[in-house]
């Protein structure tokens, strides 16, 4: 089972683009992935998931349509209800880890050139 | 959206009981629960899923049946395959975080006085 222990920042070591989530392990039909985020991602919703986002190191900005939004720091979590609207954002470069089903898309029902493979394991 | 943060240590400091996992947050149909343990564990397995444990404080051993075990520190995680038994064990108070599917019992199938409900937030 040894190998079956992930540590975050040795996973982090492994890669170094931003906004193309890694996959990390898999509980059922879930996957968590390890991203380097920085700078503004685009508009999306998940039409039929809820997402969690989790701050393993800096800080996440999170803005939602009605011109809120929430910040997130290192031992920080948040799940983002489906169908609701968000854009990530962070002023320099920050590392979360992402709680979804498998095979969900990073941009939504969106397509874009920052659209990552959903399917990368590190 | 900003009651929907959540900050590990601040949960933490709303209760000290150990082995009694409290939920912190809900993505779909799973749970993010949130447990301070100390001494041995019961052997159990969950036959239906898969179960993580991501470690918040301290040092978490996982014993598998084969006489093999894993140590978790701050910053790692694991997912316990489900049907594998296991027995968690922490020298001293271990924060941990456990996602796992809504209405998980934290002893599988075995009663014992250890059982804990499984529908407490805080």
Known sequence: ???????????????????KPKIIAQMNDYHF?????????IWHDHKH?????????G?????????????LTAGEMMVVPKGVEHKPFASKECKILLI????????????HAITAPSDVWI
Chains 1, 2 share one sequence.
Request: glycine letters at 4%; aromatic letters at 12%.
């Open 1 to 19: 089972m040894k190998e079956k222990v992930i540590n975050f920042q040795d996973k982090f070591s492994l890669f170094s683009d931003q906004w």
């Open 33 to 41: 992935k390890l991203a380097r985020i920085q700078g503004d991602f």
């Open 49 to 57: 998931t809820d997402e969690t986002f989790m701050v393993i190191e």
């Open 59 to 71: 800080e996440l900005r999170i803005d939602f349509r009605d011109g809120s939004n929430v910040q």
């Open 100 to 111: 979804e089903p498998a095979e969900t898309i990073n941009t939504g029902d969106e397509k």
